[in-house]
Structures are given as C-alpha cells and as structure tokens.
C-alpha cells in the first residue's frame, strides 16, 4: 500500500522560506512522477509542481511549476530517501494553503492534471502573513 507523510510545513513572513518534505513508502519511488498540490481556504485545489520519474540513472528528472509559483519554488527528489521535497522561497501571503504531495497510479511522466494523480497524502499547512 503507498503511504505518503508530509512534513515541513507552518508559518512564516512574507518573503520567508520552507521546505516541504514528502516520505513516501509501498512501491518502487523512482519509477513515479511525484508531484505538489495546494488547497486555500474556499478555494478549489491547484498544481504546484511535478518531478518526473528517474528510474534509470541516465534520465534526468523533467520538472514543471505552476505560473504562479515558477522562480520562486523547487521540486526536487532524492529517490535514495524515497523522499520528494518542495523548496519555498520568497513566499507571499496568497500561497497560504495546505499543501499535498500525490503520485499517479502509472507511470506518467509529467502529469499535471489532478486526476492524473491516485495516491495522496494528508496534507501540511503553510501559512504566510504580511
């Protein structure tokens, strides 16, 4: 059974950084796209970001962001911890939301597309205030 536990969240100013980590177990991790989703408060969830999977050691992960969050966030896996990571900066306050890290069920390369993806995991708030 995949299990997906995410971590890192909380609050911080404008203009502050965190990094989210998401652990996850019950399959092979680098034969899986992982990806970023964020639902705020009366809002609908939205992408955030997507890293490929990496299952030979000569392909190179493929990223893709969201407009909204390009420059400003880093998704990034370390298939050795199983771990994929979303790296936060110069945070505004309208990315306050809970963030959700998913993996598809096959093996998609880049899917963006929120039923591209099956398994999720709990969600970890992050808060920005100005």
């Known amino acids: 059974q995949v299990q997906l536990v995410e971590s890192g969240g909380g609050f911080v100013l404008a203009g502050g950084s965190l990094r989210l980590s998401c652990a996850a177990s019950?399959?092979?991790?680098?034969?899986?796209?992982m990806g970023w989703f964020r639902q705020a408060p009366g809002k609908e969830r939205e992408f955030v970001a997507t890293?490929?999977?990496?299952?030979?050691?000569?392909?190179?992960?493929?990223?893709t962001y969201a407009n909204s969050v390009k420059g400003r966030f880093t998704i990034s896996r370390d298939n050795a911890k199983n771990t994929v990571y979303l790296q936060m900066n110069s945070l505004k306050p309208e990315d306050t939301a809970v963030y959700y890290c998913a993996t598809p069920l096959t093996s998609a390369r880049v899917p963006v597309r929120e039923d591209e993806y099956h398994y999720w995991g709990q969600g970890t708030q992050v808060t920005v205030s100005s």
């Open positions: 019950g399959r092979t991790f680098s034969n899986y796209a």
């Open positions: 890293i490929s999977w990496t299952a030979r050691s000569w392909i190179s992960a493929t990223t």
